[in-house]
């Protein structure tokens, strides 16, 4: 039977020692950031203030981490008992992945101290998608935080029936309200999900019809429903070689992702059927630099596909990957590769912004490598 455990065994080790790395050269140049302005490490433009902070720590970022999401909707409304060995690292990854997402949009921000304003009732936009986006990616944190607390008491608990121990009082009345927190871990992600799209969607034509449509909400969350189960697959395979080779473990793995592949199926037909709605259909066949990147994002999933038919654990990790790469590459293509803020206007970012985004995804896997050695995350036969 499986049952998380902490894993243990040495804090520093040559990975950790690289994260850290690049996390040490990216608080280098926020320190600049915040001593100089946006300007002294950014390509943002008054033209361009859209850039890669925005696409990478929130748009990829909540997509990237979407695991929570989709363990909840598979184990809890749809019933699949038998995936219930993810739900914790998954819930883990999220929480970092979307508290990072948040905290990008201090740097992001020029006046940052303004983002106050977002809590305040009388300057509240009600009206607007990011501010329907905000609320719930602030509301899901809490909800991830809640979720995560039973791994956290279970350190703090004591062998056997301990009805006196404050960490399992918590740890029973937690499961007794289950039912709420897996509802809004639902409902949050679908909400904020769709958001992203919705951003999309007010930009109207700046966008290219190769992206552009009215159901890029819809589009959203379906890809970010692939997306998840491939970043599950993924982070739980880093955890468990010596199950590679176990016909039962990548059974599992191939029947999680069997169902990615249904949803990633549909979410390509949908994408063409929308192309050739809108009228967008001579671009598929156009030489240009947005063309040439979507035909990219739709090879990488379509090979990821191809190669999760095979059964060998390094095909499944590979199709994954490929898989995952094609969908945040989308969510690139939709905001930066087919977006043109205004007639001749160009950005690409420049090498501080891209290493302020690496280093940011540094330090969630540092924290997340830190934590599962501590805390009973990852599921250990």
């Given at each position: ?59 990829v970022g909540a997509a990237f981490v979407n695991g929570g999401y989709v363990t909840a909707l598979l184990v ?170 176990n016909k039962e473990y990548t059974s599992l793995l191939k029947s999680i992702l069997k169902i990615g592949m ?16 809108n009228g967008g259909g001579g671009l598929l066949f156009d030489f240009s630099f947005e063309t040439g990147f ?88």
């Amino acid at each position: 039977m499986d049952h998380e455990k902490p894993l243990g065994g040495k804090y520093f080790t040559a990975p950790v020692a690289f994260l850290s790395l690049l996390f040490l050269i990216c608080a280098y140049f926020l320190v600049i950031r915040y001593i100089n302005g946006i300007g002294s490490v950014s390509n943002l433009t008054d033209h361009q203030s859209w850039g890669v902070w925005k696409v990478l720590g929130v748009l990829v970022g909540a997509a990237f981490v979407n695991g929570g999401y989709v363990t909840a909707l598979l184990v809890y409304i749809i019933n699949k008992g038998h995936y219930h060995r993810f739900v914790r690292q998954a819930v883990l990854f999220s929480l970092l992945g979307y508290t990072i997402a948040a905290s990008s949009l201090v740097y992001d921000t020029g006046r940052y101290v303004n983002l106050l304003n977002f809590f305040i009732p009388q300057y509240m936009q009600p009206n607007s998608a990011l501010f329907e986006v905000g609320i719930c990616i602030t509301v899901y944190i809490v909800v991830l935080s809640i979720e995560f607390l039973p791994g956290f008491l279970e350190k703090f608990m004591p062998e056997g029936p301990a009805t006196d121990n404050l960490a399992a009082k918590l740890h029973s009345f937690l499961n007794k309200i289950l039912f709420l927190t897996v509802g809004f871990g639902v409902l949050l992600p679908t909400m904020h999900q769709s958001g992203l799209g919705a951003l999309a969607l007010l930009m109207g034509q700046k966008i290219s019809p190769l992206w552009q449509t009215p159901w890029i909400s819809f589009l959203y969350v379906v890809s970010s429903i692939f997306m998840g189960t491939c970043i599950v697959i993924l982070v739980d395979m880093m955890y468990q070689r010596k199950n590679l080779k176990n016909k039962e473990y990548t059974s599992l793995l191939k029947s999680i992702l069997k169902i990615g592949m249904y949803v990633a199926i549909f979410w390509i037909v949908f994408r063409f059927v929308e192309i050739f709605r809108n009228g967008g259909g001579g671009l598929l066949f156009d030489f240009s630099f947005e063309t040439g990147f979507f035909w990219l994002e739709m090879l990488l999933i379509v090979i990821g596909m191809i190669m999760l038919r095979k059964s060998s654990a390094r095909s499944i990790f590979t199709g994954a990957s490929l898989m995952i790469a094609g969908g945040l590459l989308y969510r690139i293509n939709t905001y930066i590769i087919g977006y043109e803020s205004a007639p001749g206007v160009t950005y690409f970012p420049s090498a501080p912004e891209i290493m302020i985004s690496v280093g940011m995804f540094a330090l969630q896997f540092l924290i997340f490598i830190t934590l599962v050695k501590i805390f009973p995350v990852i599921s250990q036969e």
